[in-house]
């Protein structure tokens, strides 16, 4: 909870600082400086391991989500300029649909992403787990003795030193697939600010 929570302090700044500066500038410049923002955070993100403190994913976290507030303020803008009075009530109910349609189908993909590279990371990494490396007999062989040392008979001592190094394993597993997920982000987020550039800012019809 205190990891995510900032993310949303972060949003929320970075919708209130549009609807200061927004009408000051060129839709555009905030549109396409989010997603570069967005692709760079995500760039980060892609090379955190095991050790990288809490404090720094929260403030990656702050940082993503203030781009996305920056993102998603504009883009709306952009949408809804072009609305007539009349039919506001209707943009603004069929843009929240669509909105959450969309957040629902990439979090969809972007999940059957990261399960999949979880996959195909956990069989490379539990491959290396055998006979033939020495630097997983070694590290088995420093575990069980640990264990005995502490009380537990040897094929007691054995079983629990291969289920901690398996539990090693998914961890990393984990985090090798969280981070080619994010490079997979950071692909996307960068092709998606070419469009970005293209888009057209009409007056809003009376």
């Not at 669509?98 to 059957?112: A, D, F, M, P, Y």
Request: aromatic share 6%; hydrophobic share 50%; net charge positive.
């Amino acid at each position: 909870g205190l990891i995510l929570f900032p993310e949303a302090i972060a949003t929320a700044a970075a919708m209130m600082l549009y609807g200061k500066i927004g009408n000051k500038l060129d839709t555009r410049i905030f549109a396409v400086s989010a997603m570069a923002l967005i692709a760079l955070n995500s760039y980060s993100m892609a090379h955190i391991n095991l050790e990288t403190p809490n404090s720094l994913l929260t403030l990656l976290l702050m940082v993503r989500c203030f781009g996305v507030g920056f993102l998603i303020a504009p883009v709306q803008m952009i949408g809804l300029r072009v609305i007539a009075p009349a039919a506001m009530s209707n943009a603004s109910a069929l843009l929240n649909t669509v909105k959450q349609i969309g957040t629902s189908l990439g979090i969809t993909i972007i999940t059957s992403i990261m399960q999949h590279q979880n996959t195909v990371e956990y069989a490379t990494l539990a491959g290396q787990v055998n006979s033939l490396n020495p630097n997983s007999m070694n590290l088995l062989k420093m575990l069980q003795g640990w264990l005995v040392q502490s009380g537990l008979s040897p094929s007691a001592a054995r079983s629990g030193a291969l289920s901690r190094i398996y539990g090693l394993v998914a961890r990393q597993a984990q985090l090798q697939a969280l981070n080619d997920t994010m490079l997979v982000i950071t692909v996307i987020a960068g092709l998606i600010i070419l469009p970005t550039l293209f888009l057209k800012e009409r007056k809003r019809p009376f």
